[in-house]
């Protein structure tokens, strides 16, 4: 409605039938709220993590090992933030909730069901044609 020409959507398609994520992160974004996230230097760069215990750590280790990432400069990662990332992983793969590595954005507090991909297109679709052809005449009138 802003004048955008298209969208960019990540988090939204980790929620979805055919997505190949694990259960347990499908479902963290479902039950997470938007200030349930936290950001912290990531394996490529600054990465927005669902918060667990695991998202605390690698916030910690980023304030203590590389504090300019909160002030908005690149930084280099250091081993031990890797090694929070790496076990993040494997703990993903166990199933081990507080301590899994799950990627996420605040948007995970808009998303609350699990779609096929064709029905959230389909909606996204039809949302965004019924705004286009009603908004403009709430506001300059028929
Ligand atoms: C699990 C996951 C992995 C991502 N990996 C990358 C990546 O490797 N490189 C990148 O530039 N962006 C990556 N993104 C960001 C997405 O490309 C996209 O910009 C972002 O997810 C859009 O915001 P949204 O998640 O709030 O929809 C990733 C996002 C998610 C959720």
Redesign the pocket.
């Given at each position: 409605m802003m004048g955008a020409a298209g969208i960019?959507?990540?988090?939204?398609f980790?929620a979805t039938q055919e997505s190949d994520f694990e259960p347990m992160w499908k479902q963290a974004v479902v039950n997470r709220e938007e200030r349930q996230t936290l950001a912290g230097r990531g394996l490529?760069g600054p990465m927005r993590f669902i918060r667990n215990k695991r998202a605390e750590e690698i916030v910690e280790r980023t304030l203590e090992d590389a504090p300019r990432f909160y002030l908005g400069e690149p930084v280099e990662s250091t081993e031990a933030i890797l090694d929070l990332e790496r076990s993040g992983f494997t703990d993903l793969m166990d199933g081990k909730e507080d301590t899994a590595l799950l990627?996420?954005?605040e948007?995970v507090g808009r998303i609350h069901d699990l779609p096929t991909t064709a029905d959230l297109i389909n909606n996204i679709m039809t949302e965004a044609k019924m705004l286009l052809e009603t908004i403009p005449g709430k506001v300059l009138g028929k």
């Open positions: 960019q959507m990540g988090t939204r980790i490529f990627f996420g954005g948007v």
